[in-house]
């Protein structure tokens, strides 16, 4: 057990205390809740059921050109082994010129940490491992030498900007240890975790040499509880903390789950990124699907510069549900 809280410390201030280097940012989502082996690969299987299948898709920047589209899918399974297995796909694409990020990961996590009263404190430590791949469409590129003075651009005329790669992939892997508190009928259940991403540091397909050449590390830190307001109500706040290189990504926020038959439950709540957005959610609960709806209103500067700055993110979930692994004391999470 010593071992195992030097990991949780070592993890989490490695998070906070990570060197600067060049930034390369991954995509994100708001609702990164919905979207968990992507925030922690530890998180594989926490769920009060058999399996989880999930759909995220991300729209920025609408004002842009072929803007920022994100869409990830995502299934796992509850073994009732101590391991559980995931998979995760998100792809992202951006710009006239085709750019295109794809990254698919398979997860296992370890789930049989079991300590206090009723074994009902649980430590999940996880691992991933799979690639990323990016590319651009070179063809649509245009450099400032294809321009003439007097005839304007001309895509025949030869150009010394010539890529080295358009298309690339590169193996990738990372970790990350989750605590929960799964004791059943208590009124405020706690959970966080703290995962790294890209350990193996794939390169930079478009980038030659130096350290710019290597993608950075992906910290993240994140934590919440679930607070049962009454038999009907709870609330679920929640914080998130991530470093990229030189980025940085801080959300707190919560929502409230409100139970208003026995297959539906209605969700809203909104969470706040600093520095950036604020994105009220809203969401509905049927016998285990769950559909989310937000939206991010940009509140930084370039709101101010760029019109309709701004991101809507709708996301479907499913679990099958299984009352017997409530009852055995699982994940305590809201809608996870």
């Known amino acids: 057990m010593k071992k195992l809280y030097s990991l949780l410390a070592t993890l989490a201030f490695t998070a906070l205390l990570a060197p600067a280097a060049k930034c390369q940012v991954d995509p994100h989502t708001s609702q990164y809740y919905m979207y968990p082996l992507y925030l922690n690969p530890a998180m594989a299987g926490l769920i009060n059921g ?14 842009i050109t072929d803007a920022f ?5 995502t299934a796992d399974i509850n073994t009732d082994k101590n391991m559980n297995f995931g998979v995760n796909i998100l792809n992202q694409s ?4 085709g750019y295109n990020y794809l990254t698919g990961y398979a ?14 404190q649980r430590i999940s430590l996880g691992m991933q491992v799979g690639f990323i791949n990016r590319r651009v469409n070179a063809s649509k590129f245009k450099f400032g ?21 358009s298309n690339v992939s590169s193996f990738d892997a990372g970790a990350g240890a989750f ?24 390169k930079d397909p478009f980038l030659v040499s130096g350290d710019g050449a290597v993608i950075p590390m992906r910290y993240s830190v ?43 439950d209605v969700l809203a709540g909104a969470n706040y990124r600093f520095d950036d957005a604020v994105t009220p959610f809203a969401g509905i609960t049927y016998n285990g699907l769950t559909l989310g709806l937000s939206y991010d209103a940009n509140t930084s500067k370039l709101g101010n510069q760029v019109k309709n700055a701004n991101s809507f993110e709708f996301t479907l979930s499913f679990i099958k549900k299984n009352p017997a692994k409530v009852e055995k004391g699982y994940l305590q999470c809201g809608r996870l």
Not at 54 to 59: G, I, M, V
Not at 107 to 120: C, N, P, Q
Not at 247 to 252: D, F, N, V
Request: glycine residues 10%; proline residues 4%; charged residues 20%.
């Open 107 to 120: 997860s296992l996590a370890y789930t049989g940490l079991r300590f206090g009263k009723g074994e009902y």
């Open 94 to 97: 951006a710009g006239d010129a």
């Open 69 to 73: 589209s994100t869409t990830g899918l």
């Open 179 to 202: 605590y929960y508190d799964a004791t059943p009928d208590k009124k405020v259940n706690f959970y966080g975790g703290v995962a790294v991403f890209h350990l193996t540091k794939p």
């Open 50 to 63: 058999d399996y989880r299948v999930a759909a995220t898709y991300r729209n920025q920047w609408a004002s």
């Open 222 to 264: 994140h934590a919440g509880a679930n607070v049962k307001l009454s038999s009907s109500v709870s609330m679920v706040p929640n914080v998130l903390y991530m470093k990229q290189g030189t980025a940085e990504e801080k959300m707190a926020g919560a929502y409230f789950q409100l139970k208003a038959s026995d297959q539906v």
């Open 145 to 165: 030498d294809q321009w003439n003075p007097i005839t304007g651009y001309n895509p025949g005329n030869a150009t010394g900007d010539v890529l080295k790669t």
